[in-house]
């Protein structure tokens, strides 16, 4: 017996797979040779692969299938190793649309990991769209909330990203949020999408609001640092709305390395500084020194968020740190 199959849950050596778009499971296992077929990443397969296996009788949790070849991805999501830092670990695989899951408050958003997420979307060619949940609190506590919320808008909307306002807990932009999760691909087919991001923003209370018989794993916030408790242990997929798209829950990332991406290039992952570089003087500019530089002088002038640039000199020298 053989055939072809996709990932939908990986718990250290062991996989579960389902024939997308249909959704009956069954287990499996990597062929001892592919663990270390010439991948530097921790995880040589990731959610979301495509994989040929075979099995020698009926596949069942005693005799599971073979996992023999692992078809090239049209796209993934990467991060570094954080224990190991000259490896990567790959997040998910052959994504369709990437969500970004953040908050204003409880926790705080971190700009500068969300631009990191954002970075890896446009190196490996992910659709990403930004999520701003628990938008009832920003809603009640409208005068402490209202720069912020405005201000993080003008800077990610101004650089050319979709953000949709949710509320798990209230319900509003559920349907919107739906809408966008389970719009078909060009061929017609459900989109399998990512939810990403830190503790505690609540991806999985998302997952959950937006398909009621799904039942990720969910947590409260930590009062005493109002950080995110880490609730869901293994990447897996879901079918939402019984298939209408199939959606990777994530565990909640802490911190976000860059893999693959060399420091002259990364100014190329910002879209609106790709756009402003056709305007330096010099050709290539890092947009740090030079005289002439376009980004330089629209951040002066406001055009370009201050905190867009200062992530980009983040990753700059994150990238000399680590050489």
Avoid at 204 to 229: F, M, V, W, Y
Wanted: proline share 6%.
């Amino acid at each position: 017996m053989e055939g072809t199959a996709t990932v939908v849950k990986h718990t250290g050596s062991h996989y579960l797979l389902a024939s997308l778009p249909e959704w009956e499971l069954f287990p499996a296992v990597l062929r001892g040779n592919l663990r270390l077929a010439g991948s530097t990443a921790t995880n040589p397969v990731a959610v979301g692969d495509r994989v040929e296996y075979y099995a020698e009788s009926e596949i069942t949790p005693e005799h599971p299938a073979v996992i023999r070849r692992i078809f090239p991805r049209s796209n993934y999501i990467i991060r570094k190793s954080v224990n190991l830092s000259r490896q990567a670990h790959i997040i998910a695989a052959n994504l369709d649309r990437a969500y970004l899951i953040v908050t204003l408050a409880f926790p705080e958003v971190k700009m500068q990991f969300l631009d990191r997420l954002l970075v890896t979307c446009e190196l490996y060619g992910v659709k990403p769209v930004i999520v701003l949940n628990k938008c009832d609190i920003l809603d009640e506590f409208a005068e402490d909330f209202a720069d912020l919320r405005e201000r993080f808008h003008q800077i990610y909307e101004g650089a050319g990203y979709e953000i949709i306002e949710v509320s798990a807990t209230a319900g509003s932009g559920i349907g919107e949020l739906l809408r966008s999760c389970t719009a078909p691909t060009e061929e017609g087919t459900p989109p399998v999408i990512l939810f990403s991001g830190v503790s505690g923003v609540g991806k999985s209370s998302l997952i959950k609001a937006l398909d009621p018989d799904l039942n990720p794993r969910t947590a409260e916030i930590s009062n005493a640092h109002l950080q995110g408790r880490h609730t869901t242990t293994f990447y897996e997929m879901y079918p939402l709305r019984g298939g209408e798209a199939f959606v990777i829950d994530t565990p909640g990332i802490r911190g976000f390395g860059l893999v693959d991406v060399e420091a002259d290039e990364i100014a190329r992952y910002f879209p609106e500084m790709l756009r402003l570089s056709q305007d330096c003087r010099f050709t290539p500019c890092t947009h740090v020194h030079e005289p002439g530089c376009a980004v330089k002088e629209a951040v002066e002038q406001g055009i370009m968020s201050q905190e867009r640039y200062n992530s980009y000199l983040g990753m700059l020298d994150e990238y000399k740190k680590y050489r």
